[in-house]
């Protein structure tokens, strides 16, 4: 098996805010929208990020749950080039209605900040100067060093 992820995918609450969150609010552009079952979105090189409607995608995959308080168990992460570009897209996920953790120094020398899309989902923002963050940023140094 090839070590790649194709599609990510979230079961939403509400399909049509989550629409207007990804594509009005941050400005990307469906790839596929089929009203009132699925919008996907290409997410970088290869990859998708896939936002179901939760009936449609429970039908398809089964039951899904979520339970209790707090951040749900996973996140998605959009690595930038710089410090201040995380301020920006945070800053943009803001502006589209999103919860903002604002960004700090990490003790492993990045700086990082999250976001939440209508669902929850998390979503880091980060700078990460290290070769694992260089290798998933677009223009930098992608030679493999996991």
Known sequence: MDQRISFVSIATADLAASRRFYVEGLGWEPALD?????VMLGAGERLVL????????????????VSGPGVLPFSLAHNVETPA??????GLAASAGAQVRLAADRAWGGYTGYFADPDGVRW???WNPG?????VVPGTDTTPRV
């Open 124 to 126: 880091e923002v980060a």
């Open 50 to 65: 896939s936002l179901w409607d939760r009936a449609a995608f429970e039908a398809e995959v089964g039951e899904s749950t």
């Open 131 to 135: 070769p694992i963050g260089l290798q």
């Open 34 to 38: 089929v009203p009132g079952e699925v």
């Open 85 to 90: 570009l995380v301020d920006e897209v945070l």
